[in-house]
């Protein structure tokens, strides 16, 4: 199993909901990744988790909340949202060898994300 | 800090034609690898290929080859005999070997194969 599964594919959600994207790989990958794209742009670090633990923020608002419960599973718990924050969210793994500038990172289909 | 560049917007080729994509990068890290990845209308990133900074032959994947020029810091992605399945966003990106689990990407080049 080499897929990085994202759901769901589609969201719209106004901006009092509280809503979670969800990200699941079976590859035994160690690190995981969270990535926002809008239209047209290049993909935007936000979280990164190494070993269960977040290992970088990207400086990204609370109103995002990533969550690890193990290292198959990568939650991003989104409440108060603003329209701004429309976009596709994508999310990653690698195998996480430390210092390894040659680990290409899964990439899964993405979630987007509309918010009214 | 890292940076990479991608200077085409777009770029046009014709079906079964050979193509080449722009990425400069700057790094002051001795170690780092140089990515190419594809993302179609359906929104998937797809790796293509991969370059580290101390390998001396150029990457190579099928129809994909990278011209890695070390000194003037580019890494050009080459695709060969094109096919309309082609058309697509092209995303150079970047990952420092100092233990940092970033890779960064740059704006993209859009590419579009015509009949």
């Known amino acids: 199993d080499t897929e990085v599964t994202q759901t769901p594919k589609h969201l719209v959600m106004g901006m009092t909901n509280k809503k979670s994207l969800k990200c699941e790989q079976h590859?035994?990958?160690?690190?995981m990744y969270w990535y926002k794209q809008k239209a047209k742009k290049p993909p935007e670090l936000m979280f990164v988790y190494s070993y269960e633990k977040l290992s970088i923020n990207e400086s990204v608002p609370s109103r995002f909340s990533p969550e690890c419960p193990n290292s198959s599973l990568l939650n991003l718990h989104l409440h108060a949202l603003q329209p701004e924050d429309s976009a596709l969210y994508l999310c990653?793994?690698?195998?996480?060898?430390?210092?390894?500038?040659?680990?290409?990172?899964?990439f899964g289909s993405g979630t987007q994300l509309s918010v009214l | 800090a890292q940076k990479i560049t991608q200077t085409q917007p777009g770029m046009f080729v014709q079906e079964k034609e050979a193509v080449t994509l722009d990425c400069t990068y700057d790094?002051?890290?001795?170690?780092?690898?140089l990515f190419w990845y594809k993302q179609p209308s359906s929104g998937e990133m797809i790796f293509l290929i991969y370059q580290g900074s101390y390998d001396q032959q150029n990457a190579t994947e099928g129809r994909y080859s990278l011209n890695f020029q070390k000194a003037r810091k580019s890494a050009n992605l080459v695709i060969s005999a094109s096919q309309l399945g082609d058309s697509a966003m092209y995303f150079c990106?970047?990952?420092?070997?100092?233990?940092?689990?970033?890779?960064?990407f740059g704006t993209g080049t859009r590419l579009q194969v015509f009949p």
């Open positions: 990106a970047m990952r420092e070997g100092r233990g940092t689990d970033k890779l960064i």
């Open positions: 590859m035994g990958h160690r690190a």
């Open positions: 990653a793994s690698s195998p996480h060898r430390t210092g390894a500038a040659n680990e290409k990172l899964f």
């Open positions: 790094t002051s890290d001795p170690s780092y690898g």
